[in-house]
């Protein structure tokens, strides 16, 4: 199994709500990354956890709060967000050895109103 | 600051080879280069990657130059299914915390019937 799973598809909150972004592998990999996507750009890196420990924070707005509960789950807590947080959320995950190739999830679109 | 640069579009002929540059003349010894690509809005796909020889799989191939100041990916014999956005990435590794990718801005490849 290869797959990197996210929920939910589709998110749409406004500036006051509370919501969370879940990602899911069971390939066993001990890197897990949260990525946002603006649109017609590449990925920017947000977060890395390695062995469920952040370990890279790209300075992001404490806004975004990330959660690794356990090797196979990743959650990005969400609250008191802007309308320019508006993109595409990705989420990855990789081996801590070997070809380090990363696998990506098929991402949420969040809007922000 | 960007590792990679890359032509922002290029058309090929379906049938025909795709050959998309891509420019890490700041690249070091042991920094790898990933190739993905994204098709419209979904999470992006592993492609290939290498370090300083050439590599070849069932999607693609991978020219990297002697002084790895650049690559380019060939795919074969595009289809019409190839047309996406592909990024060149430079991987950089850091021991016990993962690895970090930086993305390039990215080609969009579209094939041509």
């Known amino acids: 199994d290869t797959e990197v799973t996210q929920t939910p598809k589709h998110l749409v909150m406004g500036m006051t709500n509370k919501k969370s972004l879940k990602c899911e592998q069971h390939m066993g990999h001990r890197a897990m990354y949260w990525y946002k996507q603006k649109a017609k750009k590449p990925p920017e890196l947000m977060f890395v956890y390695s062995y469920e420990k952040l370990s890279i924070n790209e300075s992001v707005p404490s806004r975004f709060s990330p959660e690794c509960p356990n090797s196979s789950l990743l959650n990005l807590h969400l609250h008191a967000l802007q309308p320019e947080d508006s993109a595409l959320y990705l989420c990855a995950s990789s081996a801590m050895r070997g070809s380090y190739e990363q696998y990506f999830g098929p991402g949420t679109r969040l809007t922000v109103t | 600051d960007a590792k990679t640069t890359q032509p922002p579009s290029m058309d090929c002929a379906e049938g025909r080879a795709a050959n998309l540059p891509c420019n890490h003349s700041t690249i070091s010894g042991n920094e790898y280069v990933y190739w993905y690509r994204q098709i419209h809005s979904q999470g992006p796909q592993y492609i290939i990657h290498g370090l300083k020889n050439n590599e070849t799989n069932e999607m693609a191939s991978l020219i990297i130059t002697e002084d790895r100041k650049s690559s380019t990916l060939i795919l074969p014999h595009a289809t019409l299914r190839d047309t996406a956005v592909y990024y060149c990435?430079?991987?950089?590794?850091?021991?016990?915390?993962?690895?970090?990718?930086?993305f390039g801005t990215g080609t969009s490849l579209t094939v041509i019937p």
């Open positions: 990435i430079v991987r950089v590794l850091y021991s016990n915390t993962g690895n970090q990718f930086y």
